[in-house]
């Protein structure tokens, strides 16, 4: 996956500024929302093993700000997205 995180960064920093999901905790994302986070538009989901957020579930999209309006999944299907949660 490093090859695809480096194409999706050149082609996308262009034109958006890029900030990783650095967060390590839910309540650690919740705080970041209010700052690094904060005016997000879009997600681009990757299951990536080091990170807390592997599934985006419930809880994830509950706290979601209302400009985020877009959530993109690399992989094939998108079992790591809860759509139900997503949707609402």
Do not use: N, W
Not at 4 to 14: D, G, H, L, N, T
Not at 41 to 64: K, Q
Not at 66 to 75: A, M, N, P, Q
Request: net charge negative; glycine share 6%; with cysteine.
């Amino acid at each position: 996956m490093p090859y695809i995180r480096e194409q999706f960064f050149a082609r996308v920093s262009p034109f958006a500024d890029i900030v990783e999901l650095s967060s390590k905790s839910m309540p650690e994302f919740q705080e970041d929302l209010k700052t690094k986070y904060r005016g997000l538009t879009a997600i681009y989901h990757y299951r990536d093993p080091g990170s807390y957020f592997g599934y985006l579930g419930e809880e994830f999209f509950s706290c979601l700000p209302e400009t985020c309006k877009t959530v993109s999944h690399l992989g094939a299907g998108y079992d790591d997205i809860d759509v139900a949660a997503a949707e609402k």
